[in-house]
């Protein structure tokens, strides 16, 4: 079963191989990520994480990023159920976040295609974090 808990920081987890560059990357500012993160969620299927999420925003107006980070379980085993379980969820993230952006490191393919997959649009906007180049995407 799959379920949804918010917690209050980034838990450390066995995150799949680009969401523990992103970690080691970011570790500097991940306190200052948490506490501008106007929510952070757990997803676990069968009690095993396979997702940390959260959601930020610049200022009051700005519309609001997700955030993302891959446990190493969700691409492990039973990658096309997980797949569609990621899915099954956009599906409900309109009714609490009508309007939503997401980054994506310029360059990177992988998760071009996950943000494509997951119903993000690509934009023409750049924007640059961390010293590193990334294409924003919209939900």
């Known amino acids: 079963m799959i379920q949804i808990k918010a917690v209050d920081f980034i838990p450390q987890l066995s995150y799949a191989k680009y969401s523990k560059r992103e970690v080691l990357l970011g570790a500097a500012s991940l306190g200052d990520i948490q506490r501008a993160s106007e ?17 930020i ?3 009051l107006l700005s519309v609001p990023r997700l955030w993302l980070l ?10 096309s159920y997980n797949l ?5 969820l956009m599906e409900v993230v309109p009714m609490y976040y009508p309007k939503l952006e997401t980054l994506v490191e ?3 393919g992988v998760g071009e ?7 993000f649009k690509k934009t023409e906007q750049r924007t640059e974090l ?9 939900f």
């Open 130 to 138: 961390f010293g590193r180049e990334f294409k924003v995407w919209e």
């Open 84 to 88: 569609r379980m990621i899915k099954k």
């Open 106 to 108: 310029n360059g990177w």
């Open 57 to 59: 925003r610049s200022s």
């Open 113 to 119: 295609r996950f943000a494509k997959f997951a119903g």
């Open 39 to 55: 929510g952070i969620w757990v997803v676990t299927f069968d009690d095993i994480p396979v997702l940390v999420v959260g959601v």
């Open 70 to 79: 891959v446990c190493s379980t969700l691409t492990d085993g039973k990658v």
